[in-house]
């Protein structure tokens, strides 16, 4: 997750024009509330003022914080990240996992615990990240189906599991740690997915 370049919904106005210029001033200002205060203590007066336009552009456009919010992890989503096709899974799931440490650094891993600890108290945020993650992590289910389709793993194993196996020890390290992961513990998550996505195939 990491906020480039948003653009509001095709065929609105022309790309970039005033009206993309404007969405991409306020959610930046949204980003930064978010990191300085949380969501608890989110103002939209502090976003409007941030982002140099006034507050009933706001109101009318995203009407609170919760839209405000929405917005935002509608445009992180908009990020592709490319699926690693190496034509090997202990390459695709190396590739992957630096892919997702590099989001989890920075100023892009503080968004993304700030967005989740928003979506502890706000269900319709949790459903909108929940999906956000099912897309994401889903497409990177391919890296497995295609090593199946390799010979590379039986038909058995369950691809989900392999991508929440590597995924999970990065986000536990940011979200319990408040960090990134580090190389060696980036290491750790591929040598982990990659074991226990042959031995539940039944190879060895």
């Given amino acids: 997750m990491q906020l480039t ?38 103002s939209v007066p502090r976003v409007a003022a941030r982002a140099g336009v006034h507050k009933t552009t706001i109101y009318r456009r995203w009407q609170r914080r919760e839209g405000l919010i929405s917005d935002l992890i509608t445009v992180m989503g908009e990020t592709t990240v490319p699926i690693p096709h190496t034509g090997q899974l202990a390459q695709d799931l190396n590739a992957f996992a630096h892919e997702i440490t590099r989001a989890l650094s920075g100023k892009s891993g503080l968004t993304v615990r700030a967005l989740l600890a928003a979506a502890a108290s706000d269900p319709h945020l949790q459903d909108q990240i929940t999906a956000f993650y099912r897309r994401r992590y889903g497409a990177a289910e391919q890296m497995i189906t295609r090593a199946v389709d390799r010979g590379e793993l039986d038909r058995s194993v369950d691809p989900t599991l392999v991508i929440r196996a590597l995924a999970g020890p990065l986000y536990y390290t940011l979200l319990v740690y408040g960090r990134a992961p580090t190389t060696t513990e980036t290491r750790h998550a591929i040598t982990a997915a990659l074991a226990y996505a042959v031995s539940s195939s039944g190879r060895s």
């Fill in 5 to 42: 370049q948003p653009v509001p919904p095709a065929g609105t106005v022309r790309p970039g024009g005033r009206t993309a210029r404007t969405r991409r001033a306020v959610l930046l200002a949204t980003q930064d509330e978010l990191l300085r205060h949380g969501y608890a203590a989110f």
